[in-house]
């Protein structure tokens, strides 16, 4: 008798952790927001997008959500045209409808449309063979509270490195 365990009748395999590979991440949406919470969601693309994306061409610059009648759309992610494409290629700035679960959406929807915060894009990227993006509510900073976090994140690099020193 094997001394592995196998999974009970009925049961799944635990399947191993598909490997993520970026295309695009969005530096200012930590600097310009603050971020409270994070959800991972897919793209409904048309097949020329997913060639281009395949090719590492996005820009999340300028990007962001909108909740329109339940759903959840992202607006403003340039994929540029694939390049071996035909004139049924994509248009680069129109709107993607993200893939969320309904409970998720209608927690959006009250963030979103009752607390006034904003739907951003942190990072776009592949889990397999699927396209995924990484979207969170965030608040606008004023400038005073982007100075006080380059202040923070100065103090903590000198700390560490006056711990490096000794």
Known sequence: MS?????AAGARAARPERPIRA?????????DY???ERWEAGLVLSGTEVKALREGR??????????RRGEVWLEGLNIPPYDAGNRFNHDPLRSRKLL????EI??????????????????????GPHAKIEIALGRGKKQHDRREDLKRRDA?????????RR
């Open 3 to 7: 001394s592995a365990r196998q999974p």
């Open 23 to 31: 295309i695009a991440r969005n530096p200012r949406a930590r600097h």
């Open 34 to 36: 603050e971020i409270l």
């Open 58 to 67: 996005a820009s999340l610059v300028g990007a962001f959500g909108r909740v």
């Open 100 to 103: 969320m679960h309904r409970r």
């Open 106 to 127: 209608r927690r959006l929807i009250g963030a979103v449309e009752l607390k006034g915060l904003t739907l951003v894009p942190l990072e776009l990227y592949f889990r």
């Open 156 to 164: 903590e690099r000198e700390m560490a490195r006056a711990v490096r």
